[in-house]
């Protein structure tokens, strides 16, 4: 599925450690292009706290006629940085950005940043697909004072096309990795929505016949990815079980630093951004970790570019970046750490 | 605060290997008395599966109203081993159960068992006090069909005063221990139901001022527990969450079925319960690890019967007996494992 049309990618890189780390990033991005002589439009626009220092809008209107723009043609991606608040929520649910890949494979070089025992790490390789535009974070919210006493009530709530299309994209993953796929739920306690995700799951599994389904309660789960995560593939679920999930395979990783993912629109239309955030306590330091970000680079060179092999190819750059290079969050005790900018290089090289 | 009356234990083994670990902790339980000089009624009672067999009730009318008089009297307790659905959720509710406290300290014989690095483990030493009887486990529920479509929802819903009361829990408990507390919400994503926690803890922080106060995102903590589970003491959340992460606990300790549990009333009425289920799969092989129940015991002595010293005499039991006493689930490769009752011998001697 090679582009037909140049793909185009705006580059938003927020506040925090966001500029930095999506500045590495592109550095990358640019780098691989070149390489592979593939040709695409990169404009980068100022969004979150500096576009409104300057504008009084988070997401000011130009960027977003211009992203609105680009989410309409066949190959648009966005690659995000980071920013504490809008407009990450408002780019989710305007452009419909509803399914959330985070993929979760150690690298080789730092299996001792890991905090599990390294024979855990064999054979680590996990998708998590995250449902992002709907359940609890965006249910019916209500609150009152009843007998003198303060209440609020915010509702877990799934329609089953929302649930449909997740669950299919889930499956079709499963599909072309290694086949297995468990339903992360808490049926025995949220019974009518969580049966719900069960019975579309069992409506769609049939279509996929090498695809071995499984589901799990998510407090389940928990204990498993740290106990087993080899044992597990593709790992789908809702909003907010996924919120929780995706931070356990990070730490399984080692660093939170290191996550990427890419989030897909019903028409393709995606946005690419580390799983971190802005990481206010190291921003400016020129230390952040670019890998997350990086990685975020290599999702959009397999969904957007359709460059499976130009995905790889990054993938075996980092891995050999970081034999030799390492910012502080994954510097293990007596290596000296490289800066943001070395790192982006190192896998340049 | 020693008994002025003396306590009463229904033992309820329930189904699964509800009925071996609890026999084996019951064995344990009556040796401490035993050894203390303090006295108890015990009684035992079958529930779930084979009191349906035999009655046609999950919970029988005589169990329960035996249950009844013992939640009023002054130092009532049950030592409850497992069910793989009802009666559980009822007793919770039925007795207002609100407080579930689940401490985890990686027993230092079986640091090798735990999947994390063994440094990792140094001052591990958690409390997490889950809110157990509202949420979103008992939020109203919604069904219907709209354009073909079918949805569900289940509203998140707190009251002021089922916080305050799980809050202030937690802080005494904190204070008791080593004075931190953090409060795991998600007020970024249903800012209502979380903001109302947030500000119960404003208000009851202040009374406690010896307690370092801190809150957490819930996806921060679940990353944070595994990478660095020593950094937290208290830990106070909502039904939903607190399910999760206590699962991330058992598995840095290395089994759930090391992981005991207390669920306190406000009247002081208990239930004592490991947090491992009815683990079909090993049920009837006499191999079940009785730790988490014994574990329950232990917490049963500190709360019911107000003998911190034979809680700790005990534990000290179970430390040494694990040097070289292992059911399955905590025998390194290459011992040989022991049985649900060695064990229990083993933690007597
Ligand atoms: C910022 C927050 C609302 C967000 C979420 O929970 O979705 C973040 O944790 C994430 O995972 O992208
Ligand atoms: C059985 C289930 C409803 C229960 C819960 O989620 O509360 C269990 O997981 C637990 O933690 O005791």
Redesign the interface.
């Given at each position: 599925m090679t582009p037909t049309t140049k793909p185009t990618v705006l580059v938003l890189p927020g506040e925090g450690i966001g500029p930095e780390v999506v500045g590495a990033a592109r550095h990358v991005l640019e780098h691989v292009l070149d390489r592979a002589g593939l040709d695409a439009t990169i404009r980068e626009h100022a969004v979150g706290l500096p576009a409104y220092e300057r504008t009084g809008q988070w997401l000011p209107d130009p960027v977003r006629d211009e992203i609105d723009q680009v989410a309409a043609t066949p190959h648009g991606a966005v690659l995000f940085g980071a920013t504490a608040?809008e407009p990450i929520g408002e780019l989710r649910s305007r452009y419909d950005l509803f399914a959330n890949l985070r993929p979760a494979r150690p690298l080789r070089a730092l299996r001792d940043v890991s905090?599990?025992?390294p024979e855990?790490l064999d054979g680590v390789d996990l998708l998590l697909v995250r449902e992002l535009v709907s359940g609890?974070?965006y249910?019916?919210?209500?609150?009152g004072v009843?007998a003198g006493?303060?209440?609020?009530?915010?509702?877990?709530?799934?329609?089953?096309?929302e649930i449909r299309r997740i669950v299919r994209c889930a499956l079709e993953h499963a599909e072309a990795r290694r086949r297995r796929l468990t339903l992360v739920h808490?049926a025995?306690?949220?019974?009518?929505?969580f049966?719900?995700w069960l019975?579309v799951l069992a409506e769609e599994a049939p279509a996929f016949p090498d695809v071995e389904v499984r589901d799990m309660y998510?407090?389940?789960m928990?204990?498993?990815?740290?106990?087993r995560p080899a044992d597990f593939d593709v790992i789908v679920t809702s909003?907010?079980?996924g919120?929780?999930?995706?931070?356990?395979t990070?730490?399984?990783c080692g660093s939170?630093g290191l996550l990427p993912s890419a989030t897909l629109s019903p028409t393709g239309f995606a946005l690419y951004e580390p799983v971190g955030g802005t990481a206010p306590d190291i921003a400016g330091t020129g230390h952040a970790n670019p890998l997350g970000t990086i990685g975020s680079v290599e999702l959009m060179l397999r969904h957007t570019f359709g460059a499976p092999r130009w995905a790889d190819f990054l993938a075996d750059g980092v891995e050999r970046a970081v034999e030799s290079c390492r910012t502080p969050d994954i510097a293990g005790p007596g290596s000296a750490p490289c800066t943001t900018k070395e790192m982006a290089a190192a896998v340049c090289d």
């Open positions: 608040d905090p599990l025992r855990r609890v974070y249910g019916r919210r209500r609150t009843d006493q303060r209440w609020a009530g915010q509702e877990m709530y799934y329609r089953e096309d808490k025995n306690a949220i019974p009518d929505v049966g719900l019975e998510a407090d389940t928990a204990m498993q990815m740290v106990l909003n907010l079980l919120d929780v999930l995706s931070e356990i990070g730490a399984v939170l």
